[in-house]
């Protein structure tokens, strides 16, 4: 079996658990670990020491980075020890990791130039020639986009009441995805919360940049935050800052309750009703005297 049809044939079989900053499941790594052993029979791994893979992400289908745990335990004899191999498709033999700094430490970083959409991969990690992890995943399949940018909001109407508001949140897409062309479609969820509580309410997945939000109490500050995901997938990335809604002073006695006692219908119904009262008692009266 040719190398990119081995290399096709797992990301097909193992798209629904490709490695996705999350473990997938151990059979179709065992399976992968075993097909790769038949075309590289060193391919062994190594189960001595904590170094391993923690997660692969690309932020926007262009580029992405794969990190590891830093093997604290592990015996290093020297800082170019460990390293991180890559396979894939169009290359037919393994190519080292080409940027271990711009992702940060313990991380291999690919460019545009070493990103290939819809192309399995497989990665492997080495220390000291011998290889201690490996995984294999497709682009696609481990996109995490950053988080939402410009939170803001726009008071739209106050009730007669003076009691609670409607407002519309806005904000932008992460700045490093081209959702303008279309190359990645973004799903946005929004989570929000009085700023005493502790549970986070959500809306439903949205396909837009801005979202209405109604009957919020004047009286009370609210807590709001988004995060988004490619569509038709399940992993979102991480959460924007949280923007904080605080309403103009109003009124303080309209916002004791929802309902006020109406204390001043009931004085003039009163008063009605009294001079109804004593209209009937002088009537009758007057009635009496005459008969």
Known sequence: MDLWQLLLTLAVAGSSDAFSGSEATPAFFVRASQSLQILYPGLETNSSG??????????????FSCHWTDGANHSLQSPGSVQMFYIRRDIQEWKECPDYVSAGE????????????????????TSNG????????????IVQPDPPVGLNWTLLNISLTEIHADILVKWEPPPNTDVKMGWIILEYELHYKELNETQWKMMDPLLVTSVPMYSLRLDKEYEVRVRTRQRNTEKYGKFSEVLLITFPQMNPSACEEDFQFPWFLIIIFGILGLTVTLFLLIFSKQQRKEN
């Open 106 to 125: 313990n991380s291999c970083y690919f460019n545009s130039s070493y990103t290939s959409v819809w192309t399995p991969y497989c990665i492997k990690l």
């Open 130 to 141: 011998g290889i201690v992890d490996h995984k294999c995943f497709s682009v696609e399949d």
């Open 50 to 63: 904590n170094l391993k893979f923690t997660k692969c992400r690309s932020p926007e289908l262009e580029t």
